[in-house]
């Protein structure tokens, strides 16, 4: 099984419609990325700021490397890039 967790961390400057919004971009990956289970939340822990976690579990690698070559990944990934920073960890569980 291969984990995929990346936590987005919102701009200061990003509205609440603009949050809310990037969270229904990603959730909206659900049903292309072929994962066993995708999450997506907004972390309750706010001392470092607004922070997305996005939550994966991919059966094999081959199907993390098809959901990572989606058009619709590349997608969220540029909504993303324009509201927030992230750190990605992937491993293998």
Do not use: C, N
Not at 35 to 60: C, M, N, Q, Y
């Amino acid at each position: 099984m291969q984990r995929h967790i990346v936590l987005f961390r919102v701009r200061d400057d990003v509205t609440s419609p603009e949050l809310f919004t990037a969270i229904d971009t990603l959730r909206a990956l659900e049903p292309v990325a072929g994962a066993e289970l995708w999450r997506v939340e907004l972390s309750t822990d706010e001392r470092k700021g607004r922070v997305i976690v996005e939550d994966a579990t991919f059966e094999t690698d081959a199907a993390f490397s098809r959901f990572l070559a989606l058009p619709e990944h590349r997608a969220a990934g540029e909504v993303m890039a324009r509201i927030s920073d992230w750190w990605v960890g992937d491993y293998i569980a």
